[in-house]
């Protein structure tokens, strides 16, 4: 069976790099194979780069506490060139700890299939990951 590929990202603000190893991990685990663009992406090499590898899920990170504006401008942007991939955003969004349900939502209609802020239990993330189907290349 194809193992799911996934893409592992920050977003342009954000130079932390330890909760990407961290995911990469987690997602290496859960046997999906990872291409990690690290920190700082501009928006457009993040959006050309997914676009090129075409991979079943995208993980945005950010915690430097700009992750929703950076994750509201971004989503759009990735979700008109991955119609069928699920993406994905978490860490520690916001600067005054988690987001409002009306930020989640948000973030929701801008185009993300789900948000795991730091409230978030991680097995909530793992569920996602491990439910998400294998997609057949054409
Ligand atoms: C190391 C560090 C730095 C280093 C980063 C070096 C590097 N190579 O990564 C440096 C010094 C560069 C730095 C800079 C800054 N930092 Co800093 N940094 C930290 C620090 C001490 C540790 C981060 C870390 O590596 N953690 C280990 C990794 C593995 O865990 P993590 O990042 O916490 O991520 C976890 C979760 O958030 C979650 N997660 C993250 N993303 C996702 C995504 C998904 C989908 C899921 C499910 C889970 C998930 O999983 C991870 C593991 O549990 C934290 C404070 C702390 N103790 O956490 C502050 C912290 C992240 N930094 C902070 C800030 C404010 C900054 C600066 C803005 C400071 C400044 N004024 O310049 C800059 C921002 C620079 C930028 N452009 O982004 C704040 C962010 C506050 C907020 N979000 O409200 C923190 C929380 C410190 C604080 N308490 O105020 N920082």
């Known amino acids: 069976m194809r193992r799911k590929s996934a893409v592992v990202a920050s977003v342009a603000s ?22 990690n663009l690290g920190a700082a992406p501009p928006d457009d090499f993040l959006t050309a780069e997914c676009a090129r590898i075409a991979p079943d899920l995208v993980v945005i990170s950010s915690v430097n506490g700009h992750g929703y504006q950076d ?34 939502s948000s973030l929701i209609e801008a185009g993300f299939d789900a948000v795991f802020d730091d409230s978030a239990e991680l097995a909530a993330f793992t ?12």
Do not use: Y
């Open 127 to 138: 569920s996602f990951v491990c439910g998400l189907p294998v997609r057949v290349a054409s």
């Open 14 to 35: 954000d130079s932390h790099t330890w909760n990407l190893v961290f995911l990469q991990l987690v997602l290496e685990e859960l046997g999906c194979d990872v291409v």
């Open 71 to 104: 994750g509201l401008r971004v989503a759009g942007q990735l979700r008109s060139h991955l119609a069928h991939a699920s993406i994905v955003i978490g860490g520690k969004l916001g600067i005054s700890g988690d987001l409002s349900p009306a930020e989640v």
